[in-house]
T-cell receptor, first 110, second 114 residues
Framework: DAKTTQPTSMDCAEGRAANLPCNHS???????VYWYRQIHSQGPQYIIH???NNETNEMASLIITEDRKSSTLILPHATLRDTAVYYC???????????FGQGTELSVKP | EPEVTQTPSHQVTQMGQEVILRCVPI?????FYWYRQILGQKVEFLVSFYNNEISEKSEIFDDQFSVERPDGSNFTLKIRSTKLEDSAMYFC????????????FGPGTRLTVT
């Protein structure tokens, strides 16, 4: 699985959009970008995934650059409950294990 | 919405004792996983299980660990002789056989070895 690089921490004001970047310059053609988050020692929670097109679901949007070397997870209207560690993981869909890095600790402030 | 459940939420045991952590995956899922997270550290993969056998395991998953699917609903992780360094949160996950292959995690069991 390709390596990813994320900022260690970010702050966001409540109600504003949170944009979390991820670099994955060694991504290969069959690897997808997955995002998970972990709220204070709870089990990680799947957010969204994509291959090359931008994706949106009820939780977030995922923007993947045309060269696929980086992506951005967007939480459009961050709330205090979105405070969590966000993990960007690159892998083939059929791959088994998830390899978690340190992720980005997002703090949403009032 | 279906979810992965784990019991107990917190287990305290003495060093050298055996513990069994239990998980009930989502009912139509066929792939099952255990991960652990030592306090303040990354989530680490332990083992994956499919079709009643281990499909992959990490270096952490040594002979002290075993997994079992004793019936159609439960998935267990056994640690035969616990060590202090086994103290961690243990997460079970499952994934559906098709689709995006995203994994759904349970709330975890906090294991404290004294």
């Amino acid at each position: 699985d390709a390596k990813t690089t994320q900022p260690t921490s970010m702050d966001c004001a409540e109600g504003r959009a949170a944009n979390l970047p991820c670099n994955h310059s060694t991504i290969s053609g069959n690897e997808y970008v997955y995002w998970y988050r972990q709220i204070h020692s709870q089990g990680p929670q799947y957010i969204i995934h994509g291959l090359k097109n931008n994706e949106t679901n009820e939780m977030a949007s995922l923007i993947i650059t045309e060269d696929r070397k980086s992506s951005t997870l967007i939480l459009p209207h961050a709330t205090l409950r979105d405070t969590a560690v966000y993990y960007c993981i690159v892998r083939v869909p059929q791959g088994g294990k998830l390899i978690f890095g340190q992720g980005t600790e997002l703090s949403v402030k009032p | 919405e279906p979810e992965v459940t784990q019991t107990p939420s917190h287990q305290v045991t003495q060093m050298g004792q055996e513990v069994i952590l239990r998980c009930v995956p989502i009912s139509n899922h066929l792939y099952f996983y255990w991960y652990r997270q030592i306090l303040g550290q990354k989530v680490e993969f332990l083992v994956s299980f499919y079709n009643n056998e281990i499909s992959e395991k990490s270096e952490i998953f040594d002979d002290q660990f075993s997994v079992e699917r004793p019936d159609g609903s439960n998935f267990t992780l056994k640690i035969r002789s616990t060590k202090l360094e086994d103290s961690a949160m243990y997460f079970c996950a499952s994934r559906p056989p098709q689709g995006a292959y995203e994994q759904y995690f349970g709330p975890g069991t906090r294991l404290t070895v004294t």
